[in-house]
């Protein structure tokens, strides 16, 4: 027997999975707190015309994207001023590290000089 060619499976459109992500944006969104509307969104299932709701369905998609590409934004922000501290903190901990190191130096000086010089 020959092995039987699999159906094409047929690409999802980029409108279908930018609804799907939505979907589970929304679901995500939602599951902390179920009864709460979120702001910007609309809610779709009110709409009659399929392409009402289509249209309903497609600008929440633009909302979120919008909302998700400022959070990014607010992140990266976020990121990089983390990073600018941390290598201040780091530059500090270096500077202070040799100054330690340079007290400790003097301090065995003044005790080596401090000792009285050895009987025989």
């Known amino acids: 027997?020959?092995?039987?060619?699999?159906?094409?499976?047929?690409r999802r459109s980029a409108t279908a999975r930018r609804l799907r992500i939505a979907g589970l944006m929304v679901?995500?969104?939602?599951?902390?707190?179920?009864?709460?509307?979120?702001r910007g969104l609309e809610v779709c299932t009110a709409e009659?015309?399929?392409?009402?709701?289509t249209g309903c369905l497609q600008a929440n998609v633009?909302?979120?994207q919008q909302a998700l590409a400022k959070l990014t934004?607010?992140?990266?922000?976020?990121?990089?001023?983390?990073?600018?501290?941390?290598?201040a903190a780091r530059a500090?901990?270096?500077?202070?590290?040799?100054?330690?190191a340079?007290?400790?130096g003097d301090l065995a000086e003044l005790k080596a000089k401090a000792e009285p010089p050895a009987k025989k």
Not at 28 to 37: F, G, M, S
Not at 92 to 100: D, G, M, V
């Open 27 to 38: 679901l995500a969104l939602a599951l902390p707190a179920v009864a709460q509307d979120i």
């Open 92 to 100: 500090e901990i270096a500077t202070l590290k040799a100054a330690l």
């Open 73 to 87: 934004r607010e992140m990266q922000d976020k990121m990089a001023a983390a990073g600018r501290d941390l290598a």
């Open 48 to 53: 009659k015309q399929m392409e009402r709701r």
């Open 1 to 10: 027997m020959t092995p039987q060619p699999q159906p094409h499976r047929h």
């Open 62 to 64: 633009e909302y979120l």
């Open 102 to 104: 340079k007290l400790s």
